[in-house]
């Protein structure tokens, strides 16, 4: 078995210019939460943000993807900031709103070079990172918040580790999602138990070879809790989705508002 977080390759997945073309429409098709949730949630998430955070205040949306929500949150009187290290998507949102800034960066690895008062982070991005780099994130939010600054985040919950399974298949495509051409696709999904982890292996071999380690850490309220407080953030309010409701028992995610500890 790999040992979880051995090999990682979110930067790869993201930016390959090949597959961020087909992300980039999967983003944009409405019938489809492959790579961003459907309209009617987004919508909900916005409107919940606006019960957050006032207006005219600044928001970064850290992977913000083609700006499904940075539009919105523009048109709700917000200054926007969109910050994604996909080109291809942020042509794509440059393209459509001229007044939302967007910025080719890494939250990784860097923090904002201004103070934001409220970052969001939506679709379960930062139980994809491997340990360090949520270690590195939390510290560039924190040095990227306003002393009152707010951290609006989700994450993958418990309930829907229970409810995956250890899988294998291989197919081939031709001019398909990974690759350009003829190519053999094995797809392995591995659940570590203890860590609450999910890590899919995606194996692309055509006339290049693509290898992906894509993961899905889980949590319960209580483990991020430890991790935001070991990381000087303390949580204001928890959620079972990005919508604001409060369904714990059945929701397949956790949604944190949370402040830096002064
Ligand atoms: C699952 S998509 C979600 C996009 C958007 N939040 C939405 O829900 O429509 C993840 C996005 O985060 C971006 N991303 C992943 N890792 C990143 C990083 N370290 N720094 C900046 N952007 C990142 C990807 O390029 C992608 O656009």
Redesign the pocket.
């Known amino acids: 078995m790999i040992t979880p977080y051995s090999k990682t390759s ?2 790869a997945f ?1 930016t390959d210019p090949y597959i961020s073309k087909n992300l980039l429409e999967a ?1 944009l098709d409405s019938n489809s939460d492959l ?3 459907l309209p009617n949630t987004i919508y909900q998430t916005c409107n919940f943000i606006e019960t957050l955070i006032e207006k005219d205040r600044l928001i970064a ?5 083609p700006g ?2 940075t539009n919105i949150l523009d048109q709700k009187g917000y200054q926007v900031l969109g ?4 080109r291809t ?1 942020l042509d794509y949102a440059k393209e459509q709103n001229k007044k939302v800034i967007y910025k080719e ?4 690895k860097h923090p904002l070079n201004e103070k934001v008062d409220f970052i969001q982070m ?2 379960c ?1 930062f139980g994809a990172l491997a340990p360090l780099a949520q270690i590195d994130t939390l510290n560039n939010v924190n040095r990227s918040l306003t002393e009152e600054g707010l951290f609006f985040f989700d994450v993958m919950s418990d309930h829907y580790f229970d409810k995956q399974k250890e899988d294998y298949h291989s197919y081939r495509e031709v001019d398909g999602f990974y690759i350009e051409g003829k190519a053999n696709i094995k797809e392995r999904t591995v659940l570590y138990d203890r860590l609450k982890l999910v890590m899919r292996h995606i194996l692309v071999e055509g006339k290049l070879k693509k290898e992906f380690f894509n993961y899905d850490k889980c949590y319960n309220i209580k483990e991020m809790e430890v991790l935001l407080k070991d990381n000087n953030f303390e949580i204001v309010k928890v959620f079972s989705d990005t919508m604001g409701n409060k369904d714990f028992e059945a929701s397949d995610t956790l949604c944190f508002l949370c402040k830096v500890i002064k």
């Open positions: 979110t930067i993201w983003h790579a961003s949730r949306d850290f992977g913000c993807g499904l929500y910050i994604d290290v996909s998507s960066m890494n939250y990784v939506i679709y991005d």
